[in-house]
Antibody, heavy 123, light 110 residues
Framework: QITLKESGPTLVQPTQTLTLTCTFS??????????VGWIRQPPGKAVEWLAV???????RYSPSLRSRLTITKDTSKNQVVLTMTNMDPVDTATYYC???????????????WGQGTLVTVSS | QSVLTQPPSVSGAPGQRVTISCTGS?????????VHWYQHLPGTAPKLLIY??NRPSGVPDRFSGSKSGTSASLAITGLQAEDEADYYC???????????FGTGTKVTVL
């Protein structure tokens, strides 16, 4: 059974850097094809893909947020960390991490999701 | 700034069939990459409902997906009250080198 859980601050001040950790079980990020992605959903809006990291350490970012995002993995700890710089109130959202299923480091889907963590950006 | 376009809402009576469209382009749905569908109930994590033309274990066969050209559709037959949720399509975009989600569709059971 695959499980994922997001952790990090619930409140961030504008201009600060957000650091979120995804801790997972039930799969290994050293297995060929594996990946972990981050997706967010602002209140009342659609979901938006942010970033993904694959077993081979390749990474992909949303073009509109690329300059602000960094995704890393610690395979030994079964963790993936997402950092987002220069936070703004429009970044208030529920942030999810998810297991990316696929054969290569393109395509695929998000088969299992964490419960999500609401991050509010406010002074 | 969703790349895939869905109708904001669809509705139907219990037992009816409803379809949700997902319109993309030649850089995402129009490629070799599959379209996937998620069901999202308020306060819960999105759930993978359809991947390509397949259903994960436990998903009723009332749900089915299809793709043609640069568009895809999710069909729900025998609509039930428990199907009331938000639904999102998702694919991979070769121009963006990343994943794209749809604008989302709220399904209401009348």
């Amino acid at each position: 059974q695959i499980t994922l859980k997001e952790s990090g601050p619930t409140l961030v001040q504008p201009t600060q850097t957000l650091t979120l950790t995804c801790t997972f079980s039930g799969f290994s990020l050293s297995t060929s094809g594996a990946g972990v992605g981050w997706i967010r959903q602002p209140p009342g809006k659609a979901v938006e893909w942010l970033a993904v990291i694959y077993w081979n350490d390749n990474k992909r970012y949303s073009p509109s947020l690329r300059s602000r995002l960094t995704i890393t993995k610690d395979t030994s700890k079964n963790q993936v960390v997402l950092t987002m710089t220069n936070m703004d109130p429009v970044d208030t959202a529920t942030y999810y991490c998810a297991h990316r299923r696929g054969a290569t480091d393109t395509g695929g889907n998000f088969g299992s999701w964490g419960q999500g963590t609401l991050v509010t950006v406010s002074s | 700034q969703s790349v895939l376009t869905q109708p904001p809402s669809v509705s139907g009576a219990p037992g009816q069939r409803v379809t949700i469209s997902c319109t993309g382009s030649n850089s995402n749905i129009g490629t070799v990459y599959d379209v996937h569908w998620y069901q999202h109930l308020p306060g819960t994590a999105p759930k993978l409902l359809i991947y390509g033309n397949n259903r994960p274990s436990g998903v009723p066969d009332r749900f089915s997906g299809s793709k043609s050209g640069t568009s895809a559709s999710l069909a729900i037959t025998g609509l039930q009250a428990e199907d009331e949720a938000d639904y999102y399509c998702q694919s991979y975009d070769i121009s963006l080198s990343g994943y794209v989600f749809g604008t989302g569709t709220k399904v209401t059971v009348l």
